[in-house]
């Protein structure tokens, strides 16, 4: 849900913006005669901080004042950021964290760090965040907007840049942070090392750091503690908790909230050429007693199995920090400098023991059945098809369904490991040329330990059984391969009945390697070279070349590249690389100053990229902009940019893995009674569906289709533009205040995804609006219905549709950024005020361009708010601070509420017919208190979400835990302290 901005500059030697002002900093007159500087989205050296771009800063104070450890908890706070993954993702979650800046993706998001890209970790080439040194940065650049002219491919929505800073002595520090229900306990100690070299000539500096996260399981929180679904509510509690629809109703169903308990469940199936009786129409879900034998349907609200508290809330984390960084005046005019980190975190995740759907052969006669369930058995035996000699034969092929809690929970340990090493030069070539050249390397790699899988051919062979030979009660595999390789039948029809040996069989652990690399070489040339004569500094400019290289590849275990794994999705290895060569220039064309108007600048970038790829080639980048100044205290700006983003090795080159997407067949039952049309049956009965199962539950009998995915090495880049426009009013008649304000519009076309945009949009667009079985969006369902029933996916008999990566849409995104910042002294002291706010016009994602544009369209179903903001009012006095920010969160409502289409027609739903249509705003306050003891030692205090406001209960619109735990504060109230030592 959101997105943010400010309008600001870095400003020299530790001074306030001349643009903006710094997030939480106090704001002085700007430096006079100031030295040239690099400002973020720009090689050209400036003495003037003014700028076309809007960028935001973020202070190290910003860090101090929210007791961070990790960087992600003050970058998503900010309303230009839609969390990506973080410490909260679950399930889905890699370990990782990333960062999405506008709400556009975080593969649309470039990070720098001192200006220079920084390692990605996956096939995705995305940044985890987890490898910044949060305790160094100086600074936290934001720029608005396509950089893809400056700095290259991915800078589609922005250019998020950390700036570490130089040391002198020696500095040490911790943090520990607690929640008010003493869980979710954080803490972190750091040292670092700075010294300056030769007489001045060079600086160093040296660090180490240990973060330590504690786990929090969703049973730890009220709100999370219980799995909601639609219609269903935390048992005991009233709907005021919750807030997700009525008590559980009559005849819910078994994909509503699970089965509890881990018994199992099954469906007897129909013949091969249509639905026979009860039983091949797959709406009875038979469920075995605790303790077996006896079965009965499903359809008490008291077999719900809750997942919940078996899945954590906030993750488990141990990371290692160590690094070094510094440059050196090797000869007069010529510096060397070098950048050196490492680092090791490891993340683990964990989810609810394994849920197991499979079609195996039943034993009629295995004494784990009773004579009711065999007679049910039986029936179901003598309904089978003709052929293939099943009739009659003692088995009954049969959907089973359970919950390996013997099994224990599923666990995935991300132990990521990564380096990265950077050497340039840099210097004067004359008075005003400088050049700068580097050459870095970066890899990552990443092993991933997954426990609670079942491998599905082990657990058909020990679920079908026979007799051993001269016994009516012993029973043993009956396939002899399985025998011979340790198969143990299985007795799963109950809980706890399995034994430990049948599940030693059936269980697996898969180990599942990643490795990426990131090689980069950039050289360039900025100065000066002359004047307008209008008194204007002179025209600057900056000239150069980079070369890229990006490679990764995904080795997944060997369960998992076969599919044969129930738990965890399967995977197919992913290998590639790619490269790209480069020319860019700038020019920045200060045009005039105090003469009829206070100042008139304009300026422009170009890029042209030569890719390795065949279907991306040669492409073009470039960028223009102006600013002009009336007076000196109103300065008018504009940008527009043109960037890219080339396909990744995902991409390109993802292997086929499978992937269990939520998703509504038009064609069950699970959709809206108005959908059902006759044009809607006529074109389910001619994509296979039989006409006894149309508009039923057979059709669709679980909430996730099964499909498989992959990447396509015809994947064009993605082209992006971008308008900004704003004003920033410094007034001299009120000292130290600065309002800035910017509208900005990002549109990307050409947008990278799967087919369709997915096969939930695809089954939509198929079955509700194309209606045409040879349009490529519903050939990829032709031929992958189960003919007896009508279901797609392998685990309802079907088949699994394909979707591979594609140019597959547009998406845009416009709004208003504004930022304010004022202080003043009060009683001996200095009070400042900052205001940072968002207000959201358009958020559009159209999965296909030829279709009507969907809005408000992002993770789960409840789109963007309208409108965000941060404030922070901070008073110091001497060697005290105290600060309170206020963190406002605008409300939403269900996308579905527009996004329902008949044909192109737009009708839309009525909120009445949906659990959750509207999601109420949401406050956070928080405090924090500093004080320097002394010149050396420091101690900082707070308080975050004083007044423990609850996440919002999204029921099935949500990511996990009921919610979005990325999104909304789900720790409640959350104290730390920390403390600095200076030597």
Known sequence: ???????????????????????????????????????????????????TNPVAVVSAEEFKLAGAI????????????????????????????????????????????????????DTNQIVDLNTIPQFLISGVDVV??????????????????????????????????????????????????????????????????????????????????????????????????TEIGTPYPSGITVSTCGT???????????????????????????????????????????????????????????????????????????????????????????????????????????????????????????AEALS????????????????????????????????????????????????????????????????????SSRYVNALTVEFVPGSTTDLRCRDASARAAGCVPINVFGSGLASAEAVKYVRVQSTNLEQSELTNAVASVSGSLFNLGM????????????????????????????????????????????????????????????????????????????????????????????????????????????????????????GNSTGFPAATDPCSDRGTAASRTDALRAFCLAAGVPAATVFTRAVQPNAQIQADFG??????????????????????????????????????????????????????????????LNNPICSVFVGMRNPANGALGQTSGGKNPQFRSANVGNLETSGVDVQVDYSLPVMDGNLGFFYLGTWLDTYRNTPISSIPERENIVEGTHGQPKYRHNVRVTYSQGPALFSVRWRYEDGTQDSRIQNVFNGTQRIGTDPALLPKPYVGSTNYIDLSAGFDVNENFSLNAGVNNLFNAQPRILGSAAEQANTLPSFYDVLGRDYFISARFKF
């Open 1 to 51: 849900m959101s997105n943010l901005k400010y309008a600001a500059a870095p400003l020299a030697l530790g001074v306030a913006l001349i643009s903006t002002p710094s997030f939480a900093q106090d704001v002085a007159p700007a430096a006079e005669a100031a030295d040239a500087i690099v400002v973020t989205g720009s090689r050209i050296a400036r003495p003037d901080l003014t700028g």
């Open 70 to 121: 990790n960087v992600e908890q003050v970058i998503n706070t900010l309303p230009q950021v839609l969390p990506g993954t973080t410490s909260f993702s679950n399930n889905p979650g890699n370990g990782a964290v990333t960062l999405n800046l506008r709400g556009i993706g975080s593969t649309r998001t470039l990070v720098l760090v001192n200006g220079r890209r920084w390692m990605f970790y």
């Open 144 to 241: 608005t907007g396509g950089t893809s002219a400056v700095y290259g491919s991915d800078a589609v929505s922005g250019v998020v840049n950390f700036r570490l800073r130089e040391l002198e002595g020696i500095e040490a520090g911790t943090t520990y942070s607690l929640t008010d229900k003493g869980d979710g306990a954080r803490y972190s100690a750091n040292i670092a090392i700075g010294s300056s070299l030769g007489d001045g000539r060079g600086n160093v500096t040296m660090f180490a750091n240990y973060t330590r996260r504690k786990p929090i399981f969703q049973g730890a929180r009220t709100f999370s503690a219980t799995a909601a679904g639609d219609g269903c509510i935390v048992p005991g509690s009233t709907n005021s908790v």
């Open 260 to 382: 509890r308990g881990g018994q199992v469940g099954f469906v007897p199936q129909g013949s091969a050429t249509g639905p026979i009786g009860t039983f091949g129409s797959g709406t009875s879900t038979y469920i075995f007693n605790p303790t077996g034998g006896g079965s009965r349907v499903f359809n008490d609200p008291g077999d719900l199995y809750n997942f919940a508290p078996a899945n954590y809330l906030q993750l488990p984390q141990e990371r290692y920090l160590l690094g070094a960084y510094g440059s050196y005046e090797v000869t007069d005019g010529i510096e060397f400098y070098s950048e050196l980190s490492f680092v090791n975190n490891r993340v683990a995740a964990e989810l609810a023991p394994t849920p197991t759907g499979v079609s195996a052969p039943l034993l009629i006669a295995s004494p784990y059945f009773d004579a009711g369930t065999r007679a049910l058995l039986t029936a179901n035996d003598a």
């Open 388 to 455: 293939a000699g099943t009739r009659g034969d003692g088995y009954a092929q049969t959907s089973v369904s359970y919950r390996f809690l013997s099994a224990g929970s599923r666990n995935s340990e991300q132990t990521r490991q990564a380096f990265r090493l950077l050497g340039g030069f840099r210097g004067d070539i004359t008075d005003n040329l400088k050049f700068d050249m580097f050459y870095s390397y970066a890899r990552t790699s990443n092993t991933q330990i997954q426990q609670g899988n079942v491998s």
């Open 535 to 654: 008194g204007a500094d002179d025209v600057a400019f900056a000239f150069g070349g980079e070369y890229r290289k990006m490679a990764s590849r995904y080795i997944p275990d060997e369960f998992l590249a076969s599919g044969d794994v129930l738990g965890f999705n399967a995977g197919k290895p992913t290998s590639g690389s790619y490269d790209v060569k480069e020319i860019f220039g700038e020019l920045n064309v200060p045009v005039l100053e105090d003469q009829f108007i206070h100042r008139l600048g304009l300026n422009a970038a170009a890029r042209y990229s030569d890719y390795s790829l065949s279907a991306v080639g040669g492409s073009w980048t470039y960028s223009g902009g102006i600013d002009i100044a009336p007076i000196e205290d109103v300065t008018f700006r504009a940008q527009y940019s043109r960037a890219v983003r080339a396909p990744n090795v995902q991409d390109l080159f993802a």
């Open 711 to 772: 990447g396509s090495p015809t994947v064009e880049e993605e082209t992006s533009d971008t308008f900004t426009a704003g004003i920033v009013f410094r007034p001299s008649f009120v000292p130290r205040l600065n309002i800035t304000a910017d509208y900005f519009n990002i549109s990307v076309d050409n947008t990278i995804g799967v087919l369709a945009g997915g096969v939930s949009s695809a089954l939509s667009l198929c079955y509700n609006t194309i209606q045409d």
